[in-house]
Nanobody, 120 residues
Framework: QVRLVESGGGLVQPGGSLRLSCAAS????????MGWYRQAPGTERELVAT???????NYGDSAQGRFTLSLENFPNRVYLQMNSLKAEDTAVYYC??????????????WGQGTQVTVSS
């Protein structure tokens, strides 16, 4: 069984910062891609940032210049440093991993989500 556990969400004022963490554990053989998506009420889930096993990072438009994906302890853990937060960054942030499990089956796994609220 594979688990993705997110942490670090919360309430922050506009202009503030938060650091999200995602840890992958369980029956994992290899991780090909890991990263973050977000979903605000009434909208579709959108890309924030992902990293491949070759350390190629891809940022969504909303994250460019403000968010940084950190590869400490990659591939089993990634961090998302979010700076200069705006009200429109308010959403549930989900960690996603594309991986092969110990049975060599490929699949996409999602965490339970962590709420980020940017408000004064």
């Amino acid at each position: 069984q594979v688990r993705l556990v997110e942490s670090g969400g919360g309430l922050v004022q506009p202009g503030g910062s938060l650091r999200l963490s995602c840890a992958a554990s369980g029956s994992i053989f290899s991780i090909s891609t890991m990263g973050w998506y977000r979903q605000a009420p009434g909208t579709e889930r959108e890309l924030v940032a992902t990293v491949t096993s070759g350390s190629t990072i891809n940022y969504g438009d909303s994250a460019q210049g403000r968010f940084t994906l950190s590869l400490e302890n990659f591939p089993n853990r990634v961090y998302l440093q979010m700076n200069s937060l705006k009200a429109e960054d308010t959403a549930v942030y989900y960690c996603k991993a594309e991986l092969s499990d110990l049975g060599f089956l490929d699949g996409d796994y999602w965490g339970q989500g962590t709420q980020v609220t940017v408000s004064s």
